[in-house]
Structure formats: C-alpha cells, structure tokens
C-alpha cells in the first residue's frame, strides 16, 4: 500500500462551460411578430445560426406589399432596437448569449413564394425556367401562381434595350428567380448590393454595437 504524500493534492478537473439552450424559433416568431407589425413591416424570416458559444439570431423582414422601394436602414436600426429590448424583457425566449442581426433581403432578392413575386412588382428580373429557358425583363403584374413579366431584349452597344412581347411565367414552372439590381429603378431611394443590416452583439440582448452594411 502507498501512502499520499503529505501536501500534494489532486489537480481539479477543468470545467465545461454549459451549452446554451436551443432557441425555438416560433417563439422568437411570436414575441417579435407583433413588434414588427407596429412598425409597418413584414416578418419575413427568423434564424438561429453560428457556433453555440456565439450564436447568431437573424431575423429579415420586409416593406409590405402596398409600398414601393427600399426598406431604409433607420427603419432597420428603430426596429432592431425594439427587438432587443424585447429580448431583455423576456430572456428566456433566446437563453444566453446572441449576436441579433436584423436586415432586409437585399437587393438581389430571390424570388420563391408569390409575395415575394408581388413586392417586386416594377424591378428587373431574371427568370430561369424548367425547360432551361432563361427569361430577363420587367416584372409587371403577380397574383398567387403566375407571373407577367416584359422581356427586355438588349441591343448593339451604346442602344437601348427595347421590350418585347409580355410573357406569362407560372411559378410551378420557375427552378430560380431572382431581382437585378439597378443603378435607377422605379421607385426605390436607394440600392445596395448588400442587406441593410443592424446588428448588435450582446450578451444579454443589450446593444453593444451598431454597424450599418
């Protein structure tokens, strides 16, 4: 038998920072839903990504489809303000630490459900199709399963592009679709290439830093 020697004590095992809870979305849908609402705008998505010890919660939202043009990055800041004070009044919703993100769905929106079809009334659109065709024109009208859209056929260079014929495209006939940007469009103030973000780092949900995209 062996005796301990006299002072020496075991190491402590290190410990393991405990992994933060997983977020259920459809809460975080629910507290934030109303609050964007009251702003005028349209919750588009929410989502929790990132590596668990610095997660981030990304919620989009949108104008809504009575109003034209861009979504400014004041209303972006405003309403990312307000969600994380939401957040601060009811911490259990995202328990731990999480970077909010809050930003629209850019310039150069995909296009994959009607709405969508319809906020992009007026814009420039790329359309690919089942048969393999590729479509560029204006997109006119939108209801829930089909789409008008005016092909913008371009010219010799340093001419304009001239329009042709509308052309009806069905959405179940649509493999991917997306907005174009350009340099002047109908209606909006501004357009970037990117989202307009607001986005926040925090421990507890309180704002540490406002950074503009």
Known sequence: MMAARSGQKQAPLPRRNPQPAAVDTGSVE?????????AGLFLEQVRVHGPAALRTLSVIVDLPEDRTGSLGLDEVAELARRL??????????????VNLEV????AERKLTEPRHWRRSR????TVVTTSGATLLGR????????????PRHEGPKGTKPK?????????????????QV?????GDEHETDEHDTDQYDTDQHDT?????A
């Open 163 to 179: 329009d042709g014929e509308p052309v009806w495209v069905l959405y179940d006939t649509v493999t991917s679709a997306r907005v």
């Open 208 to 212: 540490v830093e406002d950074e503009e």
């Open 122 to 125: 007026g814009r420039l659109v």
């Open 30 to 38: 629910a507290l934030f839903a109303p609050l964007v609402a009251e």
């Open 103 to 106: 930003s629209s769905p850019g």
């Open 84 to 97: 994380s004070d939401a957040l601060d009044e009811d911490p259990d919703v995202v328990p731990g630490p």
């Open 139 to 150: 997109l006119t009208e939108a209801d829930e399963t089909e789409a008008t859209i005016v």
């Open 182 to 186: 350009e340099f002047t469009s109908p």
